[in-house]
């Protein structure tokens, strides 16, 4: 059995989610049903970070208690989660108590081998980003991430991660591929090469958060509580031996590119300073954009994908994150976007294909087709070309080029619509019924395997059609895979109903509320 570990970053609950979020748990939920699919045991998990001061400050801004604060908003990340039809194995909260336990757990390690030390700590903090800076690294007075800071100074207990250097050089050198893409690896690096100071790890300033042992004026610094959460939902530490654990040996963060500093370098060496193995691998991703800013709920641009997925299903939603962006690059997120992909893939390419080919087999075959006796070079070209696009899909989805595997399967499907107008099966319903129920048998094999390739990114959509055709099938990904040598089809239904731009009125919804 091969295995792999996948998770999104754990979102913080001071805003309710928007696309950003969706993005990413929607690519890792895609990632999972594909290795799924490869027939992997796969964990894959998300979350939220509930804890440190800006969270307790918006819990102070609502009047609200900020563990029914977390409680209210942890819950909207949650409930979106079938919404967006996305397939987790946990959901992990930082104020769980099994969560303190681990943060605990893995405090007093890093203490006991040396790792962490009492001293006080001055810089310039961005609260937006939970992060301090020191002076040369401000930008126009801000924060390199962008966030407003303020100069504080307060005692805290520090990580050496001034010991590191060398050993992260090293690792990124022995596993070339740990971050993706490999610009992202060259940032780390020279952030590297320029000297690495010991880090802040604690916070006496406020106390929402889990406390540090044997001193309860400190809280942990949120993200070595927040990154341990890979650790918690693994079983850490009642399943210590990490090292030797199936999933830990294979586990991918998926992160947004902002954060990926937090994930490749101070990860890494708080898991080294324990003794437990780096990640396998960090896959950042670009920015959704909102006319050229990043959406975030700190600038107020957001779009809600609940709102999305009501209108037009989750399907449409996945499909488009996925295709729209190329991962690794920003990109607007645009409702016209949005219609014009829907209503030329899914609705005419795929969703006609099916219907027109499932409409015309219970018309004009009674619903049955038979694996035909001989095949054209015309067909044995077109089977070949759809098996060699779906082919060139596999290594795309391990390269994380979510956009680039859905590009082979609307080729197929484009193959598909060729070859039905080339062939014209109704031309010859009277003159050739043979031939006419030949092509439609050829064309409904081709659509049941782009659909199970398909299936990870728009998977109630694909079930139907796989229900539609009636033939008996696991969700794995077989290489030229066949249907029986008898089909008889189920009654065929519209999969994506095009988006009239007449209904765009409708779509005020999407003014932020
Ligand atoms: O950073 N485009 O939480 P967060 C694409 N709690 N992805 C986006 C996005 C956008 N405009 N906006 C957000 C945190 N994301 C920490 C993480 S992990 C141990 C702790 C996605 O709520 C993207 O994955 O700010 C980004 O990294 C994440 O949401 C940030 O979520």
Same mark, same amino acid.
């Given at each position: 059995?091969?295995?792999?570990?996948?998770?999104?970053?754990?979102?913080?609950?001071?805003?309710?989610?928007?696309?950003?979020?969706?993005?990413?748990?929607?690519?890792?939920?895609?990632?999972?049903?594909?290795?799924?699919?490869?027939?992997?045991?796969?964990?894959?998990?998300?979350?939220?970070?509930?804890?440190?001061?800006?969270?307790?400050?918006?819990?102070?801004?609502?009047?609200?208690?900020?563990?029914?604060?977390?409680?209210?908003?942890?819950?909207? /990340?949650? +409930?979106? !989660?079938?919404?967006?039809?996305?397939? *987790?194995? &946990? %959901? $992990?909260?930082?104020? =769980?108590?099994?969560?303190?336990?681990?943060?605990?757990?893995?405090?007093?390690?890093?203490?006991?081998?040396?790792?962490?030390?009492?001293?006080?700590?001055?810089?310039?903090?961005?609260?937006?980003?939970?992060?301090?800076?020191?002076?040369?690294?401000?930008?126009?007075?801000?924060?390199?991430?962008?966030?407003?800071?303020?100069?504080?100074?307060?005692?805290?207990?520090?990580?050496?991660?001034?010991? /590191?250097? +060398?050993? !992260?050089?090293?690792?990124?050198?022995? *596993?070339? &591929? %740990? $971050?993706?893409?490999? =610009?992202?690896?060259?940032?780390?690096?020279?952030?590297?090469?320029?000297?690495?100071?010991?880090?802040?790890?604690?916070?006496?300033?406020?106390?929402?958060?889990?406390?540090?042992?044997?001193?309860?004026?400190?809280?942990?610094?949120?993200?070595?509580?927040?990154?341990?959460?890979?650790?918690?939902?693994?079983?850490?530490?009642?399943?210590?031996?990490?090292?030797?654990?199936?999933?830990?040996?294979?586990?991918?963060?998926?992160?947004?590119?902002?954060?990926?500093?937090?994930?490749?370098?101070?990860?890494?060496?708080?898991?080294?300073?324990?003794?437990?193995?780096?990640?396998?691998?960090?896959?950042?991703?670009?920015?959704?954009?909102?006319?050229?800013?990043?959406?975030?709920?700190?600038?107020?641009?957001?779009?809600?994908?609940?709102?999305?997925?009501?209108?037009?299903?989750?399907?449409?939603?996945?499909?488009?994150?996925?295709?729209?962006?190329?991962?690794?690059?920003?990109?607007?997120?645009?409702?016209?976007?949005?219609?014009?992909?829907?209503?030329?893939?899914?609705?005419?390419?795929?969703?006609?294909?099916?219907?027109?080919?499932?409409?015309?087999?219970?018309?004009?075959?009674?619903?049955?087709?038979?694996?035909?006796?001989?095949?054209?070079?015309?067909?044995?070209?077109?089977?070949?070309?759809?098996?060699?696009?779906?082919?060139?899909?596999?290594?795309?989805?391990?390269?994380?080029?979510?956009?680039?595997?859905?590009?082979?399967?609307?080729?197929?499907?484009?193959?598909?619509?060729?070859?039905?107008?080339?062939?014209?099966?109704?031309?010859?319903?009277?003159?050739?019924?043979?031939?006419?129920?030949?092509?439609?048998?050829?064309?409904?094999?081709?659509?049941?395997?782009?659909?199970?390739?398909?299936?990870?990114?728009?998977?109630?959509?694909?079930?139907?059609?796989?229900?539609?055709?009636?033939?008996?099938?696991?969700?794995?990904?077989?290489?030229?895979?066949?249907?029986?040598?008898?089909?008889?089809?189920?009654?065929?239904?519209?999969?994506?109903?095009?988006?009239?731009?007449?209904?765009?009125?409708?779509?005020?919804?999407?003014?932020?509320?």
């Amino acid at each position: 059995m091969k295995y792999i570990y996948i998770t999104t970053p754990i979102y913080y609950v001071n805003a309710k989610p928007h696309i950003g979020h969706a993005y990413t748990t929607v690519a890792c939920d895609v990632f999972a049903r594909f290795y799924r699919m490869l027939g992997y045991s796969v964990k894959f998990c998300t979350g939220t970070d509930e804890h440190g001061k800006k969270i307790e400050q918006s819990a102070t801004q609502a009047k609200i208690e900020p563990q029914k604060f977390v409680d209210t908003i942890a819950q909207l /990340f949650k +409930d979106l !989660l079938p919404i967006l039809n996305i397939s *987790n194995d &946990d %959901f $992990i909260r930082t104020t =769980q108590e099994r969560h303190k336990k681990t943060v605990k757990h893995f405090w007093n390690i890093l203490e006991d081998k040396g790792y962490i030390y009492l001293g006080e700590y001055s810089g310039w903090y961005d609260m937006r980003n939970e992060a301090y800076f020191s002076e040369d690294e401000l930008i126009d007075g801000k924060s390199p991430l962008g966030g407003e800071v303020q100069y504080m100074t307060e005692p805290c207990y520090f990580f050496k991660l001034s010991e /590191f250097g +060398d050993k !992260l050089l090293k690792f990124y050198e022995e *596993n070339p &591929d %740990f $971050i993706f893409p490999a =610009q992202k690896k060259n940032e780390v690096i020279s952030f590297i090469k320029q000297g690495l100071k010991d880090l802040a790890v604690s916070r006496a300033t406020f106390n929402w958060g889990v406390q540090v042992p044997n001193d309860l004026k400190h809280v942990v610094y949120v993200w070595l509580d927040a990154l341990t959460n890979y650790l918690t939902v693994n079983g850490y530490p009642d399943n210590e031996d990490q090292n030797n654990d199936k999933y830990w040996q294979t586990v991918h963060h998926f992160v947004g590119k902002e954060i990926v500093r937090f994930h490749a370098l101070y990860w890494p060496a708080f898991l080294m300073a324990a003794g437990i193995n780096p990640p396998k691998r960090i896959v950042s991703h670009g920015w959704w954009l909102s006319e050229g800013e990043k959406m975030s709920k700190s600038l107020g641009n957001v779009q809600d994908p609940k709102k999305y997925c009501e209108l037009f299903g989750s399907d449409a939603l996945r499909y488009f994150m996925l295709r729209e962006l190329s991962f690794g690059s920003d990109g607007n997120f645009s409702l016209e976007g949005f219609i014009n992909r829907h209503n030329s893939v899914l609705a005419n390419a795929y969703g006609n294909l099916c219907k027109r080919t499932l409409s015309f087999i219970q018309k004009h075959c009674g619903g049955t087709v038979k694996r035909p006796e001989t095949l054209t070079s015309e067909d044995s070209s077109f089977i070949g070309d759809v098996d060699a696009s779906l082919s060139e899909a596999i290594p795309l989805m391990e390269q994380y080029a979510f956009s680039k595997y859905l590009e082979r399967i609307e080729q197929a499907i484009s193959l598909a619509n060729q070859y039905i107008d080339y062939q014209k099966p109704w031309s010859i319903k009277e003159s050739d019924p043979k031939r006419m129920q030949n092509i439609l048998f050829i064309l409904l094999e081709q659509i049941f395997k782009i659909t199970k390739f398909f299936y990870p990114i728009i998977p109630i959509a694909a079930k139907k059609v796989l229900t539609q055709i009636n033939a008996p099938y696991e969700l794995k990904i077989v290489f030229g895979e066949k249907i029986p040598d008898i089909v008889t089809i189920n009654e065929p239904e519209t999969l994506f109903p095009k988006i009239e731009t007449t209904e765009l009125e409708k779509l005020d919804v999407f003014a932020n509320d």
